[in-house]
């Protein structure tokens, strides 16, 4: 089989399996069911021959080896994906490939009437005469990030069927829960030893990424003090009345749907309530620490002045920081970027080197001491119903990873 039908086959074979992660959960993995994906992982890296293949129970991470194949002396390079998809729904994920893609509208759902348009998403120019696998409309696909593990498992093969390729010592990672933010919590970087890693988690071809958002969140309890409405005066406290002030105060541009590039956004992204009581979650990103830093100090400051009209205090806030930016580690070498961009170029592809608009296990694990920038791994309109990848993006990720490994060698 070719890198074309390897990775096709990979990935469609990986997006069927159910590993949907929960934030709601506090076990490692936030859901069993990734141990599906993982078990096979274990068995399939240890069936195309890889060495040191495990799964570690507390962690849930499954590495492996690669040996190195030449005395010289060279720097151990890592490359890492996660198992788990998004909070969307993930049962009977059903892919279908579209052949040829002739940039028409493509009827995802017949009997349910999905369709993804060219018009609403017009990044399927792109892909004229090329071969999509998308979704039935019903479910997400996984290519974010399956299609980063079907390229790294791919590539590895590659690698142990042409040992004329010279190269260090490599290690690979799948990993859990990168989608609720507690993937590389635990990641154990001591053990994987290598200078340096990426992850590919990306998306459109090109896509090189070594900044990442600061990101924090932000949990509201908010206890009222429920009174019959007809004598409540002066005696009520609405839950979510002061919820609606506490949101009021948030600078009404600075959201997702309105920033872009390195602008940071607050995001209220789930909320509850009753008179009784109200919760409210949300999330604060910036680029710039020194920005993200005033955020949460902003935060801080809206609950108390709320707070401060009230006998009762009666939001409780819970502030916490999830990710740091990882270009403060890597801008320090930026060996590994350069490594990438290089390998890009051979293969004739424009890297793309941006701002993430969010995180990646790179973002924890750089800090870790790992410098660990992001490839692009294919996957267009994730996390939902029209979610899409091209074979051809997933072949040429392969493509990149061993270019990397091979002229890290020389």
Request: no cysteine; net charge negative; charged share 25%.
């Amino acid at each position: 089989m070719s890198i074309f039908e390897k990775t096709q086959a990979r990935l469609i074979k990986y997006a069927k399996i159910n590993t949907r992660s929960d934030v709601n959960s506090p076990t490692i993995p936030s859901t069993a069911i990734q141990f599906d994906l993982l078990n096979l992982l274990v068995e399939e890296l240890k069936e195309i021959g890889l060495s040191e293949v495990e799964l570690n129970p507390e962690n849930a991470f499954v590495t492996a080896t690669l040996p190195a194949n030449t005395d010289e002396v060279v720097p151990s390079i890592g490359f890492i994906a996660h198992v788990d998809t998004a909070d969307f729904n993930s049962v009977n994920v059903s892919p279908q490939v579209i052949e040829n893609y002739s940039l028409q509208d493509i009827v995802l759902n017949q009997k349910e009437n999905i369709v993804m348009t060219t018009a609403d998403f017009p990044n399927l120019l792109a892909y004229e005469g090329q071969t999509l696998i998308t979704t039935d409309g019903t479910t997400l696909l996984g290519a974010d990030d399956k299609s980063g593990i079907a390229e790294i498992v791919t590539a590895m093969e590659y690698l142990i069927q042409h040992p004329e390729i010279k190269h260090g010592k490599v290690r690979v990672a799948f990993g859990p829960d990168e989608e609720i933010g507690r993937g590389a919590d635990h990641f154990d970087a001591e053990g994987f030893a290598t200078d340096f890693a990426y992850t590919l988690d990306g998306g459109p071809v090109g896509e090189l990424e070594y900044e990442s958002f600061n990101a924090a969140a932000a949990n509201l309890t908010i206890t009222g003090k429920n009174i019959h409405p007809g004598t409540a005066k002066g005696k009520m406290v609405n839950a979510i009345t002061v919820m609606n002030q506490f949101i009021n105060l948030l600078p009404e541009n600075e959201v997702p749907e309105l920033t872009e590039g390195r602008e940071g956004f607050y995001h209220v992204s789930d909320v509850t309530g009753t008179v009784d009581e109200a919760k409210l979650s949300m999330i604060i990103r910036d680029h710039d620490r020194e920005l993200f830093n005033q955020r949460k100090a902003f935060v801080e400051k809206a609950v108390a002045e709320i707070n401060a009209q009230y006998a009762t205090q009666p939001i409780q806030l819970d502030l916490f920081d999830q990710y740091y930016n990882m270009a403060e580690v890597i801008e320090k070498d930026m060996t590994s970027v350069e490594l990438a961009k290089l390998a890009m170029e051979e293969l004739s592809i424009e890297p793309l080197i941006k701002p993430i608009r969010g995180g990646t296990d790179g973002s924890k694990i750089s800090f870790m001491g790992i410098p660990t920038p992001n490839i692009f791994a294919g996957g267009e309109n994730m996390h939902g119903r029209f979610e899409f990848v091209a074979v051809e993006s997933m072949v040429k990720a392969t493509e990149v990873i061993v270019r990397i490994v091979e002229l890290n060698a020389k």
